[in-house]
């Protein structure tokens, strides 16, 4: 059975920095896509950026330049390292996995989902 378990919220003062993690367990497939998604209260969850087994990524324009994807295989973790964070990166964040090739950025692409961890950037 996958499992996604997601750690390293909290609360930051905006231009701060934060690095989620996001363990899998169960999920022993060669080829998948992997991603971060976030949803604000009253807002629909959105893609923040996604990465391929073999290591190409794609981010969402919003967060391009702050925001950085990468795994450790040997530890089967994701990561998300987040700086310049800004209150309107405020939300739940969410890791996601799916079978699939297209590296979407699209929650309705993704199979299993973790979670959450809040994030919280104050001004």
């Known amino acids: 059975q996958v499992q996604l378990v997601e750690s390293g919220g909290g609360s930051v003062q905006a231009g701060g920095s934060l690095k989620l993690a996001c363990a899998v367990y169960g999920y022993t497939y060669r080829r998948y896509c992997m991603g971060w998604f976030r949803q604000a209260p009253g807002k629909e969850r959105e893609g923040v950026a996604a990465?391929?087994?073999?290591?190409?990524?794609t981010y969402a324009d919003s967060v391009k330049g702050r925001f950085t994807i990468s795994q450790d295989n040997a530890k089967n973790t994701l990561y998300l390292q987040m700086n310049s964070l800004k209150p309107e990166d405020t939300a739940m964040y969410y890791c996601a996995a799916d079978l699939g090739w297209s590296l979407s950025l699209g929650p309705d692409a993704y199979t299993y989902w973790g979670q959450g961890t809040q994030v919280t950037v104050s001004s």
């Open positions: 990465i391929r087994s073999d290591g190409i990524t």
